[in-house]
């Protein structure tokens, strides 16, 4: 048995359409989220019953990606990283196909991915293992914001990570201070310091760059409700 809630995104009924399964309220799919909202295109939310659909998952887990053709195939991608990765590659926000700039592209993802991991961490944790994930958070965010300003500043400082466009790590940045402002300053606002406006000058550049994108302006609505 499954829940689906259908998430209203775009007019289109053009194809592939795609539906996301993952558990309710949403958790390490806000990227995911914010790359179909940009892309514009037709999906759906599908909440698997827990854990009696576990076995039926590809890794037993959650998100799990399935995308229908009209040739009516499908493919399935689990893997949270994987899926953001795939659904870049399609929307064309992606890097060039140089190896050291696909390269950086994960690094600095795997980056602010390690940050989100440790919020989560320190959300379900005891009090003494709070107090153990709090101070790795914070060596965590200061080396990423060093060095990721620097990166930016490289750029040019034009709230682009690559050139002068919106890519795929515009968007996770965008999603990670979504999730940062609302969801992780209510467990953790100290958190907040260290991407403040003054902390992070250019990623926050990039945030408020990227959301003001059309396409966004209902993804943005929904972390401030």
């Not at 775009?10 to 790359?35: G, W």
């Amino acid at each position: 048995m499954t829940n689906d809630t259908t998430i209203p995104s775009s007019t289109s009924t053009s194809t592939p359409t795609f539906v996301l399964r993952n558990h309710a309220p949403p958790a390490r799919a806000e990227t995911i989220e914010a790359l179909f909202a940009y892309a514009k295109v037709n999906w759906k939310l599908e909440v698997p019953s827990w854990p009696q659909e576990q076995a039926n998952q590809p890794s037993g887990k959650l998100p799990v990606l399935v995308e229908s053709n009209t040739s009516g195939t499908k493919f399935v991608l689990s893997e949270t990283l994987a899926i953001e990765s795939y659904l870049a590659k399609k929307f064309n926000l992606t890097v060039s196909d140089s190896p050291e700039m696909v390269a950086r592209q994960v690094e600095l993802r795997t980056q602010i991915n390690d940050v989100y991991e440790l919020a989560l961490m320190h959300k379900i944790g005891s009090t003494e293992e709070r107090k153990v994930v709090m101070e790795k958070f914070v060596g965590a965010a200061r080396a990423i914001v060093r060095y990721h300003e620097k990166v930016l500043q490289a750029n040019g400082s034009n709230g682009h990570y690559f050139g002068d466009r919106v890519t795929y790590m515009d968007i996770v940045v965008f999603a990670f201070f979504c999730i940062l402002n609302s969801q992780i300053a209510a467990d953790m606002p100290r958190a907040l310091d260290f991407f403040s406006e003054h902390s992070a000058p250019l990623l926050n550049k990039v945030y408020t760059t990227t959301a003001k994108e059309p396409a966004l302006a209902e993804f943005v609505t929904s972390f401030r409700n």
